[in-house]
């Protein structure tokens, strides 16, 4: 019964020193996927509006190539393409979609990719 008392006692302090070891472990990071749906070219430079929203999920923590993959899809200015190119990143399964340029075609092409029942009008 002593035996079985002092081998508890031991296996118990064992698991307390190991513990602070397993608490600074970084737990497994999910990897989120976005899809940048642009009606325009790609950009030669970066623009401001690209740069803060970079440095912005960088703040929060999502880093491209560790636990962000960005999708880029552009219709080099051809609306046409836009709904391809949004039932494109819907089928990559993206997390979310982020639709720019100067039209609103590509937030409608990517509202319309998610539920083909909707026609976008409200966007």
């Given at each position: 019964m002593q035996r079985i008392t002092v081998g508890l006692i031991i296996l118990v302090a064992l698991a307390l020193l190991g513990a602070p070891h397993a608490?600074?472990?970084?737990?497994?990071?999910?990897v989120h996927r976005i899809g940048w749906l642009d009606a325009g070219p790609p950009l030669l430079e970066p623009n401001l509006s690209s740069e803060v929203f970079r440095q912005s999920l960088h703040d929060l923590g999502y880093v491209e190539g560790q636990n962000l993959v960005?999708?880029?899809?552009?219709?080099?200015?051809?609306?046409?393409?836009?709904?391809d190119l949004a039932t494109?990143?819907?089928r990559l399964k993206?997390?979310?979609?982020?639709?720019?340029?100067?039209?609103?075609?590509a937030?409608?092409?990517?509202?319309?990719?998610h539920d083909p029942h909707r026609d976008g009008s409200h966007l």
């Open positions: 608490a600074h472990a970084q737990p497994p990071t999910n960005m999708e880029y899809r552009y219709a080099e200015g051809t609306a046409e393409q836009l709904p494109d990143l819907v993206v997390d979310v979609i982020v639709a720019g340029g100067t039209a609103c075609g937030r409608r092409s990517a509202r319309h990719a």
